[in-house]
């Protein structure tokens, strides 16, 4: 069936009148109406641009925490207590309570939670409560016991809060089961359409490998599987929508939880550490040049970056994932190099205004040189913009754009705008079908109130190859 679509198109550089789709493909963009088309779309009072490809993401972990008690936005640890209090009450049998999503950079005054704090209120049941980066958790009592019992810790003391490893192995310790993991996916699923993205990069847990083989989607995901897990990818075969495109591996840590690796210290003293050997990192490059992979590196801190572009083997085409604190030297390496990069735009509006967590927690160099993707941009390195679930809403991201505070970060909000779309397919070498509306794509692409770049825009609609996935309800008067 042809579908013509009468709209303010955008085709990359300006707008058209209509677009003509067939088979879930653009066959044409152009200013007059065509003749031979079966069905009709009126949006002149529209706008269409192609919808967004999120680069970095956590599917099915988004889709848990949509599941479970939401920390977002929370102000004081009174609040947090709050959340799980009301939590528990709605989901009286529980086993366990896994709290996500809060940012104590984001408190109304400077408070610290702990082990003691979350005993004095839940001692009967495991509650645990990480951060917003993932990288950082505070468990109670009866959550370390559990971490003992199952082997992962061997002293109860201290106060509660754990970095890293355990933290990021929440969903193999606390185990979710497949009922949930598939609820998970379809509600993180739906999320994404609404917010207009229609493809993914997903750096992939353990337990989405199961849920992958057998389960039908709508966006077209890419995934990154632990390469501390890649045995497990023996017998996968690629499915329509769902591609192994590599392995995801882990440098360092985050900012929020002092662990990326930087050469200059933290204002506390601390300077991050880098995770893995370096015996092990050369394993997997070569594992990756064996077997085809693309490597998903993530690397926040400088240290971090230095041993990645020291270590990695014939780079050409693997992808850093982050990039936040690197200097110009490294960044002239990374282009020579033919690394690609995918950043996320909304750790601006975040966390790199003044008075936010850089400025707090970083010197002044660091401050004033982070996440600058207009002097990356002028590099010509292949970047793609995606959100780490921070949230995970392009909009956002972009809207953070237009309020960075230096001059290196800014770029035109539609050079952003290609970065969430073209760039982001670029890196996984999807730029022949995905990320614009050109004949011979796919139709995937966002209705919106207003241009793309206006205050306040909405997404109406979203199409994934030319069919409705998300309609946003009219508001009641």
Same mark, same amino acid.
């Given at each position: 069936?042809?579908?013509?679509?009468?709209?303010?198109?955008?085709?990359?550089?300006?707008?058209?009148?209509?677009?003509?789709?067939?088979?879930?493909?653009?066959? %044409?963009? +152009? +200013?007059?109406?065509?003749?031979?088309?079966?069905?009709?779309?009126?949006?002149?009072?529209?706008?269409?641009?192609? %919808?967004?490809?999120?680069?970095?993401?956590?599917?099915?972990?988004?889709?848990?925490?949509?599941?479970?008690?939401?920390?977002?936005?929370?102000?004081?640890?009174?609040?947090?207590?709050?959340?799980?209090?009301?939590?528990?009450?709605? &989901?009286?049998?529980?086993?366990?309570?896994?709290?996500?999503?809060?940012?104590?950079?984001? !408190?109304?005054?400077?408070?610290?939670?702990?082990?003691?704090?979350?005993?004095?209120?839940?001692?009967?049941?495991?509650?645990?409560?990480?951060?917003?980066?993932?990288?950082?958790?505070?468990?109670?009592?009866?959550?370390?016991?559990?971490?003992?019992?199952?082997?992962?810790?061997?002293?109860?003391?201290?106060?509660?809060?754990?970095?890293?490893?355990?933290?990021?192995?929440?969903?193999?310790?606390?185990?979710?089961?497949?009922?949930?993991?598939?609820?998970? !996916?379809?509600?993180?699923?739906?999320?994404?359409?609404?917010?207009?993205?229609?493809?993914? %990069?997903?750096?992939?847990?353990?337990?989405?490998?199961?849920?992958?083989?057998?389960?039908?989607?709508?966006?077209?995901?890419?995934?990154?599987?632990?390469?501390?897990?890649?045995?497990?990818?023996?017998?996968?075969?690629?499915?329509?929508?769902?591609?192994?495109?590599?392995?995801?591996?882990?440098?360092?840590?985050?900012?929020?939880?002092?662990?990326?690796?930087?050469? &200059?210290?933290?204002? &506390?003293?601390?300077?991050?550490?880098?995770?893995?050997?370096?015996?092990?990192?050369?394993?997997?490059?070569?594992?990756?040049?064996?077997?085809?992979? +693309?490597?998903?590196?993530?690397?926040?801190?400088?240290?971090?970056?230095?041993?990645?572009?020291?270590?990695?083997?014939?780079?050409?085409?693997?992808?850093?994932?982050?990039?936040?604190?690197?200097?110009?030297?490294?960044?002239?390496?990374?282009?020579?190099? /033919?690394?690609?990069?995918?950043?996320?735009?909304?750790?601006?509006?975040?966390?790199?205004?003044?008075? +936010?967590?850089?400025?707090?927690?970083?010197?002044?160099?660091?401050?004033?040189?982070?996440?600058?993707?207009?002097?990356?941009?002028?590099?010509?390195?292949?970047? /793609?913009?995606?959100?780490?679930?921070?949230?995970?809403?392009?909009?956002?991201?972009?809207?953070?754009?237009?309020?960075?505070?230096?001059?290196?970060?800014?770029?035109?909000?539609?050079?952003?705008?290609?970065?969430?779309?073209?760039?982001?397919?670029?890196?996984?070498?999807?730029?022949?079908?995905?990320?614009?509306?050109?004949?011979?794509? &796919?139709?995937?692409?966002?209705?919106?109130?207003?241009?793309?770049?206006?205050?306040?825009?909405?997404?109406?609609?979203?199409?994934?190859?030319?069919?409705?996935?998300?309609?946003?309800?009219?508001?009641?008067?």
């Amino acid at each position: 069936m042809k579908i013509l679509f009468e709209s303010k198109i955008f085709d990359g550089r300006g707008f058209k009148n209509f677009l003509l789709v067939e088979n879930g493909k653009v066959v %044409s963009l +152009q +200013q007059e109406r065509v003749k031979d088309y079966d069905k009709f779309v009126d949006l002149k009072e529209r706008y269409i641009y192609p %919808s967004f490809f999120d680069s970095h993401t956590h599917l099915v972990w988004y889709g848990l925490n949509l599941l479970r008690c939401d920390l977002n936005g929370v102000v004081s640890v009174g609040e947090i207590i709050e959340r799980i209090d009301e939590y528990l009450k709605v &989901n009286s049998d529980t086993n366990f309570v896994i709290a996500e999503g809060y940012d104590e950079t984001k !408190f109304e005054k400077e408070e610290k939670l702990n082990r003691k704090i979350l005993d004095r209120h839940f001692k009967n049941i495991p509650i645990v409560v990480r951060r917003v980066c993932g990288h950082i958790a505070v468990f109670n009592s009866e959550a370390l016991k559990f971490l003992k019992r199952s082997n992962y810790i061997e002293d109860l003391k201290g106060d509660g809060i754990l970095k890293e490893g355990v933290v990021l192995k929440l969903n193999k310790i606390f185990k979710p089961s497949k009922d949930e993991l598939i609820k998970a !996916f379809r509600v993180a699923q739906e999320k994404f359409l609404s917010l207009g993205i229609t493809s993914i %990069s997903d750096m992939a847990t353990f337990d989405s490998l199961e849920i992958y083989k057998g389960i039908d989607t709508i966006l077209d995901i890419f995934f990154y599987y632990p390469w501390e897990n890649e045995k497990e990818l023996t017998g996968w075969s690629d499915r329509k929508k769902i591609k192994l495109k590599g392995l995801k591996v882990f440098t360092d840590g985050s900012i929020g939880a002092y662990t990326a690796a930087l050469y &200059n210290n933290y204002k &506390n003293g601390l300077k991050g550490k880098i995770f893995i050997k370096k015996s092990d990192f050369k394993k997997i490059v070569l594992k990756a040049k064996e077997k085809g992979y +693309q490597l998903a590196i993530h690397s926040i801190g400088d240290r971090a970056t230095d041993f990645v572009l020291e270590n990695l083997d014939e780079p050409k085409g693997h992808r850093i994932e982050h990039f936040e604190i690197a200097s110009k030297g490294q960044i002239k390496k990374v282009q020579e190099k /033919g690394i690609y990069l995918s950043m996320q735009p909304n750790f601006i509006g975040n966390w790199a205004l003044k008075g +936010q967590m850089y400025e707090k927690r970083l010197n002044k160099k660091y401050f004033e040189f982070n996440n600058v993707f207009g002097y990356i941009l002028k590099k010509r390195i292949p970047l /793609g913009f995606g959100s780490d679930c921070m949230p995970p809403s392009p909009l956002y991201g972009l809207n953070s754009l237009n309020i960075a505070e230096f001059e290196d970060q800014r770029i035109p909000l539609l050079d952003g705008f290609r970065c969430y779309t073209e760039g982001s397919a670029e890196i996984v070498g999807e730029e022949k079908r995905l990320g614009k509306l050109s004949k011979g794509f &796919n139709a995937d692409f966002i209705v919106t109130d207003k241009k793309i770049d206006d205050i306040g825009v909405k997404i109406v609609e979203t199409y994934k190859e030319g069919k409705v996935v998300f309609k946003l309800k009219k508001e009641r008067v």
